[in-house]
C-alpha cells in the first residue's frame, strides 16, 4: 500500500470558533496558514516546499472576542509559531480560497499511474481536507510513523522561515520541515509494506 503513494502532506493553522448569524452559537473551523508537501519517488529525492496562505479573507480578526483572541495568541507562540495574518517577508502568500485548487495541482502533479495516494501522518485536518477533494489518501500512523518530535531528534529539518513567534523549546511546527521528516521515515520504510 505504501508503494502507491505519490506525496506526503501536511498543514499547519489556526482553530477557530465561528459566531452563528445570530450569535448564539459558534462552530469550529480549522484554517490553513501553512500547507506543505513533498513528492515521494524511489528513484529521486525532492525537495520539500510549503504555500502560506492569508487567512484575511475568510475571517474577520477584528471581530473576534477577547477569549478567542488569546486562544488565537497562543496557538501563533505556542504550537505553531505563525502570525495570523501574513508578515512582510510574506509576500508570497496565496490568498486562502485557493488552497483546494493548491492541493488539487499539487495532487496532478504528483500522481502517476502506479501512485496515486496522498498521505498524511495523523490527525483529522489533512484527512478532512483531502476527503472533501475527493483525493485517496493514506495515514501514515497506521503504518508505525513516529511523531514529528521523534523524528526531529535523529536529524534537524529545515524550516520554511517563517516560524517567528514560537516561544517553546525551538521545535517549530512546520509543515514543510514534517513532510521532509515523514517522508525520511517513509523512503525507510516503504519496502517493508509491499
Known sequence: MLDKVCCIIDVDGFSVRIPSESGDCYRNQFLVRELGYVRVDPVYTYLPRSYLFDLSQSYDFSRIPDAEAKTLRYQSRIITGLSLLPG??????????????????????????????????????????????????????????????????????????????VERDGAVHCSMAEVEAYRDWFMLNVRRYR
Request: proline residues 5%.
Open 88 to 165: 512582510p517577508t510574506e509576500s508570497d502568500c496565496l490568498d486562502i480560497r485557493t488552497l483546494p485548487d493548491v492541493l488539487l495541482k499539487i495532487y496532478d502533479r504528483c500522481r502517476t499511474v502506479d501512485a496515486d495516494l496522498v498521505a498524511y501522518k495523523g490527525g483529522c485536518r489533512e484527512s478532512d481536507l483531502l476527503k472533501e477533494l475527493a483525493i485517496p489518501a493514506l495515514d501514515l500512523q497506521r503504518f508505525g510513523c513516529p511523531a514529528f518530535k521523534e523524528l526531529m531528534a535523529k536529524r534537524n529539518y529545515k524550516d520554511c522561515g517563517h516560524h517567528k513567534e
